[in-house]
C-alpha cells in the first residue's frame, strides 16, 4: 500500500488501514464533527458516502408532554402507584405488573439517516486501488488508486470549525471525469442541481416505532407539513469548486477534464433548531431560510479552500484529541493494517492502544460543544430508517457507558452534549415526576430520545424488567459530579450541577417510602434487565431496594452534600438527605458469598445475565473498593465469577473496568481479548439479547453483538485506562490492574478526580516514572498509591513533579 509524502510524515499519528474499499456499511471508515457524521466507503468508479446529521430524528418536540397526557388519561398516577406498591409487598406480582401497564407510554423515537453522496470517477484506462487509511489522531480518511494511468487521492473529513463534512480529490498525471448524485432514504421534497453544486430538501417522520414493536400499524409516519407550529424538515447543501467544464442537469451534477475538486456537505434541520432553543412555542423557520442557511454555510466552507479547511480541521481535533495517551508495549504511531496487525489479535498490546484511542476519537466524532444532541447507541452512525434499538438513548447503562472515559481520557468538553439532554429532562422528567408519580424534582426512566422522553417505554406490554426503572435519571445525574470532580469547576457546579442533582435527589427523597423495618425502600424496584425467580417458581422482575438502586441514590444523596460544601450552599434539601442517608438500605452479602442483587436472596433466571446492575457501587460509583471495604469487594469478585465471561461489547467493557476495579489485571486481559476477537458470522443479522451468541468487532472495529451497538467501542477506552490509573475515593493508584503481558507501556495526560494530570511509564511491569501535575491555581496536596505504599504530595497550582519508581521526588516543574 502506498502513501504520499504528507501521510508518510504524520509523525506520531496512528493511522489504520485496509487494502480494499468497503463491500458493506460494517468496513466503511467513521469520520464526524459532533453534528455531520459519514461513514466513507471508498472505491474508484461508483462510491458512497453515508451522510447523518446529530438532530435527524423522529418525532416532534410536543411528543413527551402528549404521551405524558395520554398515560395520566388511562388512570396512571399517585393513587395507582400506592396500589402497586401494596402488590409488590405482597408478592402479588401478576397485579403490581397489570397495574403498572398503565404507567407505561409508547416509545421513545428513532434516530435516522439523513442522506448520502455518490461519486462516480471515470476515466480511460484500467484502474488499480491502493487501499484507504483513517488517522485516528486528525481524523482525515485518505484512499489512493490509480485510474487510467492518472495518480487519484481523495480525503474525507468531517471538520467542526466550517460545519461541514469535506472531500478532496486530486489527480495527477492527467484529468478525469466526475459525476455528483445524492439521495435520501427519506421523503424527498426537494432536489436541485446547479453550477454550484446540489440541494436537498427532505421530510423527517413525526413518528417512529422501534424493531421490536412490530404491531404498530405505520412504523414511519409522516405529517402533511407543519405539525403544531413544528415543521420536520432537514436541508443539506453540496458546493463544489473543481476546474474542468462544469454542468448539471436532472439533479446530477457533473465535471469533465477535472484535476482538483473540493466538495463540502452542509445541513440546516428544524430539530437542530429546537435542540438550541427549546421552547414550548415551537415555531420553524421556513424551509426556503433551511435551504438558503445550508448554501450559505457550504458557500463559506468552499470560499476558504480546502488546505484552510484541513489546517483548520486538524488543528481542532489535534487540539482535543493530543493531550492524552495509552500506550501498551512499544508500537503506538505508524500505519497498521486492520486485518492482519489489529484483528488478528497477535499482539495484543497494539489491540489495546489501537482500541483505546478509537473510544477516544469516536466521542470527539460524535459528540461536541454545541453541535447537536449526544452520542446515541451508534454515535452519530446510522444507516437503517428502523435501527435496533432506535438508535436512541438507553440510560439503564448505555448511554452512560458512552462517556464512561469522557474525562478520565482528556475528552471533558465531549461530555457536555450529555448535560444538554439531561437539562431537557429535568423539565419533561419533572411534569413526569409530578403528574405520575407525585413527587417532586425530575425523572426518567429506561430510554429516551432528543425531545427528552422521560416516561416509561412498552405500549403497555413491556416487561417491567426494563420498562419500569425510575432511576434513569439519577444515575445520568452521576455524571455532573464526575465532570465537577475532574475538573473542580465551581461556576459549572454551582449553574448546571447543582440544579440538577438537587432536582434528581428531590426526586429520591419523594420517592422512598417507609419500610417495615424502619428503612427507607424504593418500591416498585428492579435490576436492569434482570429477573429473579419468586417463591412460587416464577420468573419475576419487580421487588423493592435492589441494590443498583441503593446504590445510586447513595450516591446522589452524596454529590449533594459534598456539592453543596464546595459551594457554601445551605439548603433545606440537605437536612432532608442527611436525615435518609442512614436509612439506606446497606450492600449485602448473600450466604453464598456474593453481594445481592434483591434484599432478598433471589436465585437468578439467567445466572450469566449480561448486565451487572448490582456491581455499579463497584463501577463507575467506586462505594466498594478492595483496600476500603475489602469484604464486599470479595463478594463483588464471587459476584463476577459466578456471571462468568463474554456477551457483546457493553457488557465485556462493565466486566473488564470491574475486573480494573477489583485489581483482577490478568481478568480484565482475558476479558479484553475475547471481546476484541473478530466477529465471524453476518453482522446484519441481529441475535438474541441474552448473550447466548457472543459478539465481537467489526471489519471497521466497531463493537457488535450484533446489533452493532458503539457504547462497547467507548467502554473499552474507560475501562483500559481504569487498569493503568485510577482515581477514586481521594487517592490516585498507579498500575493498579496491569496483567504480567503488558509489562512496558505508558500512558500521558490521564485526568484523575481532584484537578490532577498523571503520566507514568512502566518497564518490566514496574513504574520507571511518574509525573503529577496540579491543574488548579492553589497548593493542595495529593495522594499516590503504587502497590501496598500510599505517599502524599504537596504541589503549588499549576505546578508538576516528576516521581520515580519509589514515587520519590525527582524533579519540580513550576506553574506558567
Known amino acids: 500500500m502506498e502513501h504520499s509524502d504528507e501521510e508518510k510524515a504524520a509523525g506520531d499519528d496512528l493511522v489504520l488501514a485496509w487494502p480494499r474499499p468497503a463491500a458493506n456499511w460494517f468496513e466503511a471508515a467513521p469520520v464526524g464533527n459532533g453534528r455531520l457524521g459519514a461513514m466513507v466507503f471508498g472505491g474508484h468508479g461508483r462510491s458512497r458516502l453515508q451522510v447523518n446529521d446529530s438532530t435527524i430524528w423522529s418525532g416532534r418536540p410536543q411528543g413527551p408532554a402528549e404521551a405524558l397526557a395520554a398515560v395520566v388519561a388511562s388512570g396512571a398516577g399517585p393513587e395507582r402507584l400506592a396500589e402497586v406498591r401494596h402488590a409488590v409487598r405482597?408478592?402479588?406480582?401478576?397485579?403490581?405488573?397489570?397495574?403498572?401497564?398503565?404507567?407505561?407510554?409508547?416509545?421513545?423515537?428513532?434516530?435516522?439517516?439523513?442522506?448520502?453522496?455518490?461519486?462516480?470517477?471515470?476515466?480511460?484506462?484500467d484502474a488499480a486501488y491502493l487501499g484507504r487509511r483513517l488517522n485516528l489522531d486528525d481524523g482525515v480518511a485518505a484512499e489512493s488508486f490509480e485510474l487510467g494511468g492518472r495518480s487519484v487521492r481523495r480525503r474525507v473529513w468531517a471538520s467542526r470549525p466550517a460545519r461541514a463534512v469535506c472531500v478532496e480529490v486530486t489527480v495527477d498525471g492527467g484529468t478525469a471525469d466526475m459525476r455528483l448524485e445524492m439521495s435520501s432514504p427519506l421523503r424527498v421534497v426537494h432536489l436541485a442541481a446547479g453550477a454550484a453544486g446540489l440541494t436537498l430538501g427532505v421530510e423527517v417522520p413525526v413518528d417512529g416505532a422501534p424493531m421490536h414493536e412490530p404491531d404498530v400499524a405505520e412504523p414511519l409516519r409522516y405529517a402533511a407539513g407543519a405539525d403544531g407550529g413544528y415543521d420536520p424538515f432537514a436541508a443539506a447543501a453540496v458546493r463544489v469548486a473543481a476546474d474542468g467544464e462544469v454542468s448539471?442537469?436532472?439533479?446530477?451534477?457533473?465535471?469533465?477534464?477535472?484535476?482538483?475538486?473540493?466538495?463540502?456537505?452542509?445541513?440546516?434541520?428544524?430539530?437542530?433548531?429546537?435542540?438550541?432553543?427549546?421552547?414550548?412555542?415551537?415555531?420553524?423557520?421556513?424551509?426556503?431560510?433551511?435551504?438558503?442557511?445550508?448554501?450559505?454555510?457550504?458557500?463559506?466552507?468552499?470560499?476558504?479552500?480546502?488546505?484552510?479547511?484541513?489546517?483548520?480541521?486538524?488543528?481542532?481535533?489535534?487540539g482535543l484529541l493530543s493531550p492524552a495517551r495509552l500506550t501498551i508495549g512499544d508500537r503506538r504511531s505508524g500505519t497498521f493494517d486492520v486485518e492482519k496487525d489489529v484483528l488478528s489479535g497477535e499482539d495484543d498490546g497494539l489491540v489495546a492502544t489501537v482500541m483505546f484511542q478509537l473510544g477516544r476519537y469516536l466521542l470527539a466524532s460524535s459528540s461536541r460543544p454545541d453541535a447537536g444532541p449526544p452520542a446515541n447507541l451508534q454515535g452519530i452512525w446510522n444507516a437503517d430508517m428502523r435501527p435496533p434499538w432506535s438508535s436512541n438513548y438507553t440510560v439503564n447503562i448505555n448511554t452512560q457507558m458512552n462517556y464512561w472515559g469522557a474525562e478520565s481520557a482528556g475528552l471533558p468538553e465531549c461530555h457536555e452534549p450529555l448535560f444538554d439532554?439531561?437539562?431537557?429532562?429535568?423539565?419533561?422528567?419533572?411534569?413526569?415526576?409530578?403528574?405520575?408519580?407525585?413527587?417532586?424534582?425530575?425523572?426518567?426512566?429506561?430510554?429516551?430520545?432528543?425531545?427528552?422522553?422521560?416516561?416509561?417505554?412498552?405500549?403497555?406490554?413491556?416487561?417491567p424488567s426494563w420498562a419500569i426503572w425510575m432511576m434513569g435519571g439519577?444515575?445520568?445525574?452521576?455524571?455532573?459530579?464526575?465532570?465537577?470532580?475532574?475538573?473542580?469547576?465551581?461556576?459549572?457546579?454551582?449553574?448546571?450541577?447543582?440544579?440538577?442533582?438537587?432536582?434528581?435527589?428531590?426526586?429520591c427523597l419523594d420517592w422512598l417510602v417507609d419500610g417495615p423495618d424502619g428503612r427507607l425502600d424504593t418500591i416498585?424496584?428492579?435490576?436492569?434487565?434482570?429477573?429473579?425467580?419468586?417463591?412460587?417458581?416464577?420468573?419475576?422482575?419487580?421487588?423493592?431496594?435492589?441494590?443498583?438502586?441503593?446504590?445510586?441514590?447513595?450516591?446522589?444523596?452524596?454529590?449533594?452534600?459534598?456539592?453543596?460544601?464546595?459551594?457554601?450552599?445551605?439548603?433545606?434539601?440537605?437536612?432532608?438527605?442527611?436525615?435518609?442517608?442512614?436509612?439506606?438500605?446497606?450492600p449485602q452479602i448473600a450466604p453464598d458469598g456474593r453481594l445481592r442483587e434483591w434484599v432478598e436472596d433471589h436465585q437468578e433466571q439467567d445466572p450469566h445475565h449480561r448486565h451487572l446492575s448490582f456491581l455499579a457501587s463497584v463501577y463507575p460509583l467506586g462505594q466498594i473498593d478492595p483496600v476500603e471495604t475489602p469484604d464486599l469487594a470479595a463478594a463483588a469478585e464471587r459476584s463476577m465469577d459466578a456471571r462468568g465471561?463474554?456477551?457483546?461489547?457493553?457488557?465485556?467493557?462493565?466486566?473488564?473496568?470491574?475486573?480494573?476495579?477489583?485489581?483482577?489485571?490478568?481478568?480484565?486481559?482475558?476479558l479484553f481479548l475475547e471481546a476484541t476477537r473478530p466477529y465471524s458470522d453476518d453482522p446484519e443479522v441481529n441475535v438474541a439479547v441474552d448473550g447466548s451468541q457472543w459478539g465481537g468487532l467489526l471489519p471497521n472495529l466497531f463493537s457488535t453483538h450484533p446489533p452493532f451497538q458503539i457504547d462497547g467501542n467507548y467502554g473499552f477506552t474507560a475501562a483500559?485506562?481504569?487498569?493503568?490509573?485510577?482515581?477514586?475515593?481521594?487517592?490516585?493508584?498507579?498500575?493498579?490492574?496491569?496483567?504480567?503481558?503488558?509489562?512496558?507501556?505508558?500512558?500521558?495526560?490521564v485526568r484523575c478526580r481532584g484537578g490532577w494530570i498523571a503520566g507514568l511509564d512502566w518497564r518490566q511491569g514496574a513504574l520507571t516514572s511518574l509525573t503529577l501535575r496540579n491543574a488548579l491555581a492553589e497548593t493542595r496536596t495529593v495522594r499516590v498509591r503504587l502497590g501496598g505504599r500510599t505517599v502524599e504530595r504537596t504541589l503549588a497550582g499549576g505546578e508538576e513533579v516528576l516521581l520515580g519508581p519509589s514515587l520519590d521526588i525527582r524533579e519540580r516543574t513550576p506553574g506558567r
Open 421 to 463: 439532554l439531561i437539562e431537557r429532562l429535568a423539565q419533561t422528567g419533572g411534569r413526569v415526576s409530578r403528574e405520575l408519580y407525585g413527587t417532586g424534582g425530575w425523572v426518567t426512566h429506561h430510554n429516551t430520545d432528543m425531545w427528552g422522553w422521560a416516561l416509561p417505554v412498552g405500549m403497555g406490554h413491556g416487561n
Open 645 to 670: 465471561p463474554g456477551a457483546m461489547g457493553w457488557s465485556w467493557a462493565w466486566k473488564i473496568a470491574l475486573r480494573a476495579r477489583l485489581g483482577d489485571g490478568r481478568a480484565a486481559r482475558d
Open 474 to 507: 439519577v444515575w445520568l445525574s452521576h455524571h455532573l459530579w464526575e465532570h465537577f470532580e475532574f475538573g473542580r469547576d465551581l461556576a459549572f457546579l454551582r449553574d448546571r450541577g447543582w440544579p440538577l442533582l438537587r432536582g434528581c435527589a428531590e426526586f
Open 248 to 318: 448539471a442537469s436532472d439533479g446530477v451534477w457533473s465535471v469533465r477534464g477535472m484535476s482538483r475538486a473540493l466538495i463540502v456537505i452542509t445541513s440546516s434541520t428544524s430539530a437542530a433548531d429546537y435542540w438550541a432553543d427549546p421552547a414550548d412555542d415551537v415555531r420553524s423557520a421556513s424551509r426556503e431560510d433551511h435551504l438558503a442557511r445550508a448554501v450559505r454555510d457550504a458557500e463559506a466552507a468552499v470560499a476558504a479552500g480546502a488546505g484552510e479547511l484541513l489546517r483548520a480541521h486538524r488543528r481542532d481535533l489535534h
Open 524 to 586: 416498585p424496584s428492579t435490576s436492569p434487565e434482570n429477573l429473579f425467580l419468586s417463591r412460587r417458581g416464577t420468573p419475576e422482575s419487580l421487588s423493592y431496594s435492589t441494590a443498583m438502586d441503593m446504590a445510586l441514590i447513595r450516591a446522589v444523596f452524596s454529590h449533594c452534600l459534598e456539592a453543596a460544601d464546595a459551594l457554601g450552599l445551605d439548603d433545606p434539601i440537605l437536612g432532608r438527605i442527611r436525615t435518609a442517608m442512614p436509612r439506606l438500605r446497606p
Open 720 to 749: 483500559l485506562l481504569e487498569m493503568v490509573v485510577q482515581s477514586h475515593g481521594g487517592v490516585i493508584r498507579v498500575l493498579p490492574a496491569l496483567p504480567g503481558e503488558w509489562s512496558e507501556g505508558s500512558a500521558h495526560g
Open 90 to 125: 405482597a408478592e402479588d406480582h401478576r397485579r403490581a405488573e397489570d397495574l403498572l401497564m398503565s404507567f407505561e407510554g409508547d416509545y421513545s423515537q428513532e434516530y435516522l439517516p439523513f442522506l448520502d453522496l455518490w461519486t462516480t470517477l471515470e476515466a480511460d484506462g
